[in-house]
């Protein structure tokens, strides 16, 4: 597929957005995600790296597309130590995918909570600049990793070549991640795990004996809190748990009845 000339790329974009109905923003990250998916599947198809996994808002948004929350940072697994993972992610952007080119930009932020180190990454089309996408680099310590084809929309319109297929955290494992963060003693800001955990449950994707399985694994791990945890939801989340639901086209924007069926989801987690 002929790629369209750079100085129309950003119309493209605007027109592409248009007619599906998506915010060019949002469009605009799926294609700066979408070409790092590539060259991350080049690197591994000429063994620069063993494996390499999505996780948090962007496999959502890989494997659900507008049915998943929007999300900006670009979460990234690799194996190694933290100096590893960031020469491995500078030896991956060496290569280039169609007219996509990268560069690790200086600088780095080493998260707190998370051995996760968030570096910047800015993207060219045809050496115009395109975007800065923000990757946090975590550990790839997953046990299962999911091949999925990608759903996301207007990319292709757009003329420019999709990768057939990226690799996510396991989808089970995903949602048990979510659950620990979302009860657990840092839970400040996680909300949004609330209705990611609820949508994949929604859309029919959890395997709930798996989904146990991992979740025990990891409570264990982390050794924060107990499994199955206290689901009570903070009555400060009520308004972003509102918003998101609304925004997600959620069977319900009632917080009582969101509270109810997360409940209810883990109660039938935890006995399987």
Known sequence: MITKPPERLEKTLA??????????ERLRRWVSFLALCGVLERAMERGLI???????????????????????????????NRPERIHRLADVLQLDFDDFR????????????????RVEVAIEHRTRAWQTIE????????????VVRPAIEGVAEMGIPVTPQVRCLGINE?????????TGPHKEGRARDVLDILVVNMLGQLDYARARAAAVRIFAERNTHAFPPETAIPAEWNAELETLAEELGYRTTDVTEIQKEFSDLITTIARV
């Open 15 to 24: 027109r592409v957005a248009r007619e599906h109905g998506l915010d060019q």
């Open 50 to 80: 063993d494996i390499y996994y999505l996780k948090g808002g962007v496999a959502m948004e890989m494997r659900y597309a507008r049915a998943a929350r929007t999300t900006k940072d670009f979460d990234l697994g690799l194996n190694g």
């Open 102 to 117: 990268f560069r690790l930009k200086a600088g780095q932020h080493e998260m707190e909570l998370a051995d996760t180190i």
């Open 135 to 146: 990757v946090d680099l975590g550990p790839g310590e997953a046990c299962e990793v999911d």
């Open 174 to 182: 995903q949602v048990a991640q979510k659950l620990h963060a979302c």
